[in-house]
T-cell receptor, first 113, second 110 residues
């Protein structure tokens, strides 16, 4: 595997479910990110991890919970989501936090019913 | 407040018809201006970084330029495979976060 891989690619969940998104990077990068992408809106940064420490949390609701067990893996735990949380969730990595050259995964398309 | 605006929202061209996409920005201190390409159902793919006014970068049919207020992505003699959404992002020198534009959807008809 190369680059940044995300699973699952598609997820449908009810508002009371608990699910997790997974991201793995094979680039040896030190920073990993979660972004939310909604139709016709700019990318929204949710979380940033640098060397496994969370360095940024952009006022994201607590129903989204990130986890970074090591520099290659990133999770986004989801619980009691709202329909407006339906979006494409993108994971990215970069050599260091603050870099502008991000490598993105293909995203997880989330639908909340 | 730092800001990024992309125009047009969508652009339809015939194959071979050259044009430009615009990314206007306001920033107190520019760390870099970044261009990405995003195909449907995929994550953005990095294209270029521009650091200072007057700088230009080229890749195949794409050329990115930068002034103090805007960046242009020029596409010369485009082909249908150039169809995608093009995103620009602004890096400000006192904040490592990127500020993203909403993108321009480019459609090239054969």
């Amino acid at each position: 595997e190369t680059g940044v891989t995300q699973t699952p690619r598609h997820l449908v969940m009810g508002m009371t479910n608990k699910k997790s998104l997974k991201c793995e990077q094979h680039l040896g990068h030190n920073a990993m990110y979660w972004y939310k992408q909604s139709a016709k809106k700019p990318l929204e940064l949710m979380f940033v991890y640098s060397l496994e420490e969370r360095v940024e949390n952009n006022s994201v609701p607590s129903r989204f919970s990130p986890e970074c067990p090591n520099s290659s893996h990133l999770f986004l735990h989801l619980h009691t989501l709202q329909p407006e949380d339906s979006a494409l969730y993108l994971c990215a990595s970069s050599q260091a936090s603050g870099g502008g050259e991000l490598f993105f995964g293909e995203g997880s398309r989330l639908t909340v019913l | 407040e730092d800001q990024v605006t992309q125009s047009p929202e969508a652009l339809r061209l015939q194959e071979g018809e050259s044009s430009s996409l615009n990314c206007s920005y306001t920033v107190s201190g520019l760390r870099g201006l970044f261009w990405y390409r995003q195909d449907p159902g995929k994550g953005p793919e990095f294209l270029f970084t521009l650091y200072s006014a007057g700088e230009e970068k080229e890749k195949e049919r794409l050329k990115a330029t930068l002034t103090k207020k805007e960046s242009f992505l020029h596409i010369t003699a485009p082909k249908p495979e150039d169809s995608a959404t093009y995103l620009c992002a602004l890096g400000e020198d006192s904040n490592y976060q990127l500020i993203w534009g909403a993108g321009t959807k480019l459609i090239i008809k054969p």
